[in-house]
């Protein structure tokens, strides 16, 4: 079974920078590591919505409009990944949640393309 966990979130004040990461194992139903992990978050009442994906082993990412040039997202091992987070605003507060996808890394940044996900860490972020 699929595990992903993420760490690093907590609160922060606006101009403040958060470092989230990301360790997937227990994939023994696959037969290779992730193809592609992904950042996405979720705020009460809104959409879940796709921050940035990277292609494991090739180092290929896409990014929303809405973080590029304030996130960036890169791969510290062969299953982990990590999301720096600089110039927060108090939009950014959400629950950030990580993903994997094992077949493909599609450039668009969609939930449906992702079957396994972890469990969120929260960052808050304060004017």
């Known amino acids: 079974q699929v595990q992903l966990v993420e760490s690093g979130g907590g609160s922060v004040q606006t101009g403040g920078s958060l470092r989230l990461s990301c360790a997937a194992s227990?994939?023994?139903?696959?037969?290779?590591?992730?193809?592609?992990m992904a950042w996405f978050r979720q705020a009460p009442g809104k959409e879940r919505e796709g921050l940035a994906n990277?292609?494991?082993?090739?180092?290929?990412t896409s990014y929303a409009d809405s973080v590029k040039g304030r996130f960036t997202i890169s791969q510290d091992d062969t299953s982990m990944v990590s999301l720096q987070m600089n110039s927060l605003k108090p939009e950014d507060t959400a629950m950030y949640y990580c993903?994997?996808?094992?077949?493909?890394?599609?450039?668009?940044?969609?939930?449906?393309?992702?079957?396994?996900w972890g469990q969120g860490t929260q960052v808050t972020v304060s004017s």
């Open positions: 227990g994939y023994t139903d696959y037969p290779y590591r992730p193809k592609c």
């Open positions: 993903a994997a996808d094992f077949y493909r890394c599609r450039a668009r940044l969609s939930s449906a393309d992702f079957a396994d």
């Open positions: 990277i292609y494991i082993g090739g180092g290929s």
